[in-house]
């Protein structure tokens, strides 16, 4: 099966920047939509943002909207989370996937996932 390899993610203050990257295996990867998703210790993995196979279009969440920007490389087969201003409430580990639906229906539609990278935003 196609492995996930997240990366990019680390401690920051309030306020400040990362970026994260995903890089996939799957022969697949450029005519599928790709997205971030992240999980807060305690709570279940959620959706965060969305990008078409061919990267025309973007779907972010509300609490990220503005803040947040993805975008992708088929040619290197990667995905990439620019993150600005960030809260304590961004603090979770971030994984890729590929998306399955669109806006608010947007799922994981690979059934395997990544290590993650956690992200740390203190206040």
């Known amino acids: 099966q196609a492995q996930l390899v997240e990366s990019g993610g680390g401690v920051v203050q309030a306020g400040g920047s990362l970026r994260l990257s995903c890089a996939a295996s799957?022969?697949?990867?450029?005519?599928?939509?790709m997205g971030w998703f992240r999980q807060a210790p305690g709570k279940e993995r959620e959706f965060v943002a969305a990008i078409s196979w061919n990267g025309d279009r973007m779907y972010y969440v509300d609490s990220v909207k503005g803040r947040f920007t993805i975008s992708r490389d088929n040619a290197k087969n990667t995905v990439t989370l620019q993150m600005n201003s960030l809260k304590p409430e961004d603090t979770a580990a971030y994984y890729c996937?590929?998306?399955?639906?669109?806006?608010?229906?947007?799922?994981?539609?690979?059934?395997?996932w990544g290590q993650g990278t956690q992200v740390t935003v203190s206040s």
């Open positions: 799957a022969r697949t990867f450029s005519s599928n939509a």
């Open positions: 996937n590929s998306i399955g639906g669109w806006g608010t229906t947007s799922r994981a539609a690979w059934t395997y």
